[in-house]
Nanobody, 125 residues
Framework: QVQLVESGGGSVQAGGSLRLSCAAS????????MGWFRQAPGKDREWVAS????????YYADSVKDRFTISQDSAKNTVYLLMNSLKPEDTAMYYC??????????????????WGQGTQVTVSS
């Protein structure tokens, strides 16, 4: 009942910036949290950031805390991930996800019900 479509990925040099978008449609009121995860080839999928879509509380993984910003435009049902000071280790497929998630579980992948197809981010050194 919820569809998510990511966009904004691409290739940038280290130190550059990129903004990802996640457009949500369907019964979005059935969820309270949207998040970003990423997965590099041969690696496990890892949590990046999340936002409570009602109160706009934000949460970040330590690896991106001072570089990335998650935000939303509720009128557009869109969540963004602004990525600054990109590093080669940020290279991954980035996925948008949504679900009913408690604040102490935002980093837990299994708590998210809906997933987008992903958008590729490549950072060159």
């Amino acid at each position: 009942q919820v569809q998510l479509v990511e966009s904004g990925g691409g290739s940038v040099q280290a130190g550059g910036s990129l903004r990802l978008s996640c457009a949500a449609s369907g019964y979005t009121s059935s969820t309270n949290c949207m998040g970003w995860f990423r997965q590099a080839p041969g690696k496990d999928r890892e949590w990046v950031a999340s936002i409570n879509t009602f109160r706009e509380y934000t949460y970040y993984a330590d690896s991106v805390k001072d570089r990335f910003t998650i935000s939303q435009d509720s009128a557009k049902n869109t969540v963004y991930l602004l990525m600054n000071s990109l590093k080669p280790e940020d290279t991954a497929m980035y996925y948008c996800a949504a679900g009913v998630v408690a604040r102490d579980q935002v980093a837990t992948m299994q708590k998210y019900t809906y997933w987008g197809q992903g958008t590729q981010v490549t950072v060159s050194s």
